[in-house]
């Protein structure tokens, strides 16, 4: 039986095809589109899910959508009234897509793939929580969930077994602990639903300022996790912004203009409101353990992408083990709705797990083969090198060594918001200067963004304070202290983003000021390739950890297509790109024509 899960209209449009609960192929739409967060109808998407796994629609028993439309209608319609006669014009704004096409869900979808079969719907936090635990390890564990908003939930908590979930408690909208750190990113000059991470990497130049100002305006927060926000300081209620006037005067003045330099209060407020939700966090997981009395934790929604909070729960929680869905956001709600009706709704049993995931390293886009790749260097007549595997893993490790910086592309695309080795930068952890030169050079992005750390996971114990696979770079760990460089008594005092400045350990390019680093611990099994060129680095080097960041710049989407990996690799600072078994150095490469000004649409101010 093949089903094929849908995700759209809010952001990160994706879909997902599993055959008798086996998952086949997964994309976001944005990889395609190259609109990043594309919210759009999937189209393309489900055409690579059909086409990778040899299929047309015809062969599709049930498509499911990842939440239910008449249901999220109607809180919209109900806050717009409880907000009356504020919000008209936001309303105005709504009201048109929703009467073109939200709530014509299957009509679209049958116009859109000329589908004749049945359609089923889940509400948003059942392909949560479906996306979190049916592909987990576990036979059982607990479940939690937090996002933005789905229908109504924000938070819902319960526990799945064998092929059962049970959802037992929720949080509503407008109490949401993802709007409270979407306001916060707004706040802070970045972008709702992308500028997250930016608030999240920012964080640790900061102090904890306004902690207590948030307790004791923003949140009340009680010892079982659950929450409510006063909305007499936020905005999104009905209207167009995040946040208004008071809360405006409440931390200070307005927010930020994006892309204008950042200040010590920007620093304050990311720290503040990342440490009131790891607080959220860890006490909701607590709750959730001693409410279901399990051993395992399995964690979705938009805020299981907080791998600062992901971290502190697996060290400080009680729970044993914890497993995150990938694409722990909207995207992963197509796979979660196809998940849920496999099992849930069609009772299908769920085979004993073992020790090992069924997300298949998360690596379940498109891939290319080598005549494929060839037949594009040779159309635009590239210069390259064909290399046997051996020659390609001896000189690429060689490469990172000496300092110089790669594009790395092969096998399947990642699905989710992470590189994971397939659509990959890579680089020397051991460089100081590589942190700087990638943002600035290569991503175009701002400097004090963090790097990822990709590492032999039998070694990654030695370099990191983590006894837990991380695969799918979800969890936060320090760096071992005997890896540690002492800071001198000047360095401490540095302030804000000067602590960037300091080497901090024998692997500064993915050391974070405040010793962490989100890491990717990699196997044999699940990263073929790629943990054999770390293995050899390695072996040459003595260090099992290299960067490992997403085949992007700034303001785009993870490449697809080899020739969307050429294109970025010729407009930016890397030295070398690898198109499977195929080597282009770029000192060789012809100019990229028709791009002489292209770096005016990365470059910051």
């Known amino acids: 039986m093949n089903i094929l899960g849908l995700s759209c209209f809010y952001h990160d449009s994706a879909a997902a095809l599993i055959q008798d609960g086996e998952i086949l192929a997964a994309a976001q739409e944005e990889r395609f589109s190259r609109i990043k967060h594309d919210h759009d109808f999937p189209r393309q998407a489900v055409a690579s899910c059909l086409e990778q796994a040899g299929m047309t629609v015809a062969n599709i028993d049930y498509i499911v959508f990842y939440e239910k439309p008449l249901l999220k209608f109607e809180r919209i319609l109900e806050t717009y009234l409880s907000y009356a006669p504020l919000g008209l014009r936001s309303f105005l704004m709504a009201m048109p897509l929703w009467l073109k096409k939200k709530l014509w869900i299957p009509d679209l979808i049958r116009k859109e793939l000329g589908f004749q079969g049945e359609i089923l719907f889940t509400e948003h936090h059942q392909a949560h929580a479906a996306a979190a635990f049916f592909p987990s390890p576990f036979s059982e564990a607990a479940i ?47 972008k709702v639903n992308s500028g997250e991470y930016k608030v999240m990497g920012l964080a640790p130049y900061g102090e904890p300022r306004y902690v207590q100002t948030i307790l004791d305006n923003l949140i009340d927060l009680r010892e079982d996790g659950s929450f409510r926000l006063n909305m007499k300081w936020f905005n999104y209620g009905a209207g167009l912004t995040m946040t208004d006037r008071r809360f405006h005067k409440l931390f200070g003045g307005p927010p930020r203009k994006p892309e204008s330099a950042l200040t010590q209060r920007e620093m304050d407020l990311a720290r503040s409101v990342q440490e009131v939700t790891e607080m959220v966090m860890l006490r909701a997981a607590a709750h959730v353990h001693i409410q279901t009395g399990s051993k395992n934790l399995c964690l979705a929604g938009g805020v299981a992408l907080n791998c600062v909070g992901n971290g502190r729960i697996l060290r400080e929680g009680p729970f044993k083990k914890i497993w995150i869905q990938p694409a722990a956001g909207d995207a992963g709600g197509a796979l979660g709705a196809a998940l849920f009706a496999w099992y849930q709704i069609l009772g299908n049993p769920r085979p004993p797990r073992g020790i090992h995931d069924h997300q298949k390293g998360s690596l379940l886009g498109p891939e290319f083969s080598e005549e494929e790749i060839r037949a594009f260097l040779e159309e635009k007549k590239l210069p390259f090198r064909k290399m046997t595997t051996a020659q390609l893993l001896d000189r690429v490790s060689d490469l ?3 300092g110089q910086v790669i594009g790395w592309f092969q096998g399947r695309m990642e699905f989710g918001p992470r590189a994971l ?11 100081p200067e590589m942190q700087s030169r990638m943002n600035v050079k290569i991503k175009f992005r701002e400097s004090f963004r963090p790097f990822a750390p990709a590492v032999l996971e039998e070694e990654a114990a030695e370099w990191f304070e983590i006894d837990h696979s991380s695969p799918y770079m979800l969890l936060t760990a320090p760096v071992r202290r005997e890896k540690r460089r002492a800071m001198t008594t000047a360095e401490k005092k540095l302030w804000g983003i000067d602590k960037l400045k300091v080497i901090r350990s024998e692997i500064p390019a993915i050391t974070h000021v405040d010793y962490s680093a989100r890491l990717q611990t990699i196997s044999a099994r699940e990263h073929g390739l790629f943990y054999r060129l770390v293995k050899h680095f390695f072996q040459k080097t003595g260090c099992p950890v290299i960067i490992n960041t997403s085949f992007n710049v700034r303001g785009e989407p993870i490449v697809c297509t080899p020739e969307e990996a050429w294109r970025c690799f010729m407009r930016t600072g890397m030295d070398v790109l690898v198109l499977g078994h195929y080597l282009l150095d770029k000192q060789e490469q012809p100019p990229l ?13």
């Open 144 to 190: 939690l969930t937090m996002d933005g908003v789905g229908e109504w939930a924000t938070t819902s908590w319960g526990s799945g077994r064998t092929n059962h979930l049970d959802l037992q408690a929720e949080i509503h909208f407008p109490h949401s602990l993802g709007l409270l750190y979407s306001a916060f990113t707004y706040y802070t000059g970045f």
């Open 421 to 431: 080795g397939s659509r990959s930068i890579i680089g020397d952890a051991r460089s």
């Open 593 to 605: 024509s028709g791009d002489s000004d292209w770096r005016k649409t990365y470059e910051l101010d």
């Open 400 to 402: 990172i060594a000496t």
